[in-house]
């Protein structure tokens, strides 16, 4: 998790630096507040098929890996919604069988993420490269690359 955590946090910047070069200066805001946008949608998309792929995993693992006879009262199901003390409190085989119903599950919606992360992957190898812009173009007065009203002052 820390090493997915690293690398999009370092990416995040890079891929809208990127397109906003793609695009000209006076198209500039809409680019950036697209990727926004479709950054967060993604997410929200993102959060809820893999959230959708964990609660179906663990709703097959929890039954088969913690004993219901090895519950005081309630259902394998109400644990993961039990606070910290009372998962500290359970029998030793109910922890171990809890905890090991979330990892399967939490393995499976990392496999199922490989395909989207392979996609990406070759989608990103594929774009067209644009070098950065280094400086405005020569002859242009401040403030008409970006649609503004050239005043005498700036020209």
């Not at 939490?106 to 190898?125: D, M």
Request: charged content about 10%; glycine content about 10%; overall charge neutral.
């Amino acid at each position: 998790m820390l090493v997915l955590g690293i690398g999009l946090g370092l990416v995040m910047q890079v891929l809208v630096l990127a397109v906003q070069n793609a695009v000209d200066p006076q198209d500039l805001g809409v680019a950036t507040s697209a990727a926004t946008f479709f950054r967060s949608i993604g997410g929200s998309f993102g959060v809820a098929i893999f959230g959708a792929i964990f609660a179906n995993r663990l709703g097959y693992w929890l039954p088969r890996l913690v004993a219901q006879k090895a519950l005081a009262h309630g259902s394998a199901s109400s644990l993961v919604h039990a606070s910290p003390a009372r998962l500290r409190a359970l029998p030793p085989a109910v922890h171990t069988g809890l905890v090991e119903a979330i990892s399967r599950s939490l393995h499976s919606v990392f496999v199922w993420a490989i395909p989207f992360g392979v996609v990406a992957f070759v989608i990103a190898l594929l774009l067209r490269e644009v070098p950065l812009r280094e400086s405005q173009p020569v002859g242009t007065a401040a403030g008409e690359d970006f649609g503004l009203p050239v005043t005498e002052e700036a020209a």
